[in-house]
């Protein structure tokens, strides 16, 4: 059994480490590359696209690239974005480039960018706006976290904010660790799921497949790839523990088959905005973490005493929808969480 005044230590000390200075790199040394112009770099569909300067103006056909670019300090170059990037600070100033569905060609021409940046979730979009006379970088699919920080690397080196984008890196991964290592000694994982609606789930090589196995959870879909269209049978037959809910999808939990889960029979439930579990970029990251910890593991059976801390080492059912209790590192896993991201709010 840990001692408190160890786990409190650890906490102190992963505080301390996790809050980027300047100048400081993230795990590949970004902040150490030639960040000059021009540079050549080749996209997810194979095109080269060279940027004789640093762009002044940049468009984003997707809220990952658009939260990615208010996260490495991008966010005055910023000239339009979508609809579902309106949370994001200073946002109502840009042009919303939607459409009905996907990008409008013409209202992102009307931006006059030098760079668009196309997350993989526009790949439709990308041809039409290549079509306009405009120069598209098409990110590939994020399926984990190592994907999301290359990501950021690459949306930085385009931009000019190498150094950014490195701080921002070393920000999420310090978080991504620190979980890592306390949810690790977790040995009866709950079973989660994710539906998303129509019997869609979301399955293994999925950035949140990693972001719920980092939480210390089991994705119950984890045998299947991607976002699969599963059957109300094969559902039941997964008995999920837990369900992964957002508020467009809070009412699922008492429609079958979920209803007739484990999860739905006994209401244990968390709830995710779906702006962070639906979004891969380093803010969302975090934010899915701190948000999946606190709920998880700070439960009804979680004891902290004076000297050390104690719980169940099992989660328990919850009626309240407030989620299960394991071991009360749990607590302190939730709160480096969020701490850490409070640390890094405070400095942008």
């Known amino acids: 059994m840990r001692q408190l005044a160890t786990l409190c230590v650890g906490l102190l000390l992963v505080t301390a480490l996790a809050a980027p200075v300047a100048g400081q790199t993230g795990q590949s040394g970004e902040a150490t590359q030639n960040c000059s112009f021009p540079v050549t770099m080749t996209d997810a569909t194979g095109t080269e696209i060279t940027l004789e300067e640093r762009p002044e103006r940049v468009t984003t056909t997707n809220p990952s690239a658009a939260q ?25 100033s840009r042009t919303n480039v939607s459409a009905s569905f996907g990008v409008s060609v013409e209202r992102v021409a009307g931006t006059n960018p030098d760079l668009v940046v196309a997350p993989n979730a526009s790949a439709g979009d990308v041809q039409g706006l290549r079509d306009a006379g405009l120069t598209v970088y098409h990110l590939p699919q994020a399926t984990s976290i190592e994907d999301i920080r290359e990501k950021t690397t690459t949306v ?106 484990t999860a739905g029979q006994q209401n244990a439930t968390v709830q995710v905005r779906v702006r962070d579990l639906n979004q ?63 640390r890094r709010r405070g400095r942008r």
């Open 156 to 261: 930085g080196r385009l931009t000019g904010n190498c150094q950014g984008a490195a701080e921002t890196n070393t920000w999420m991964d310090a978080n991504v660790e620190t979980v890592r290592e306390l949810t690790s000694g977790i040995e009866d994982r709950p079973t989660v799921l994710y539906p998303l609606g129509g019997g869609y789930v979301a399955a293994n090589s999925t950035f949140i497949d990693a972001v719920l196995s980092i939480a210390g959870t089991d994705n119950a879909a984890s045998e299947y790839g991607g976002y699969p269209q599963l059957n109300d049978e094969t559902v039941l037959q997964m008995d999920p523990e837990i369900l992964i809910l957002t508020e467009n999808s809070a009412g699922l939990a008492a429609a079958e088959p979920y209803a007739s889960t």
């Open 68 to 92: 990615t670019m208010w996260e490495i300090g991008g966010r005055d170059q910023v000239v339009g974005l979508t609809q579902y990037a309106s949370y994001l600070e200073g946002s109502e």
């Open 280 to 342: 891969p970029a380093p803010r969302s990251v975090v934010n899915v973490l701190r948000s999946l910890t606190r709920q998880l593991y700070i439960g009804p059976d979680a004891v902290v005493t004076g000297q050390s801390a104690t719980a169940t080492a099992t989660p328990t059912a919850t009626t309240d929808g407030s989620g299960p209790g394991f071991t009360a590192v749990s607590a302190v896993v939730a709160a480096v969480v969020g701490s850490l991201l409070l």
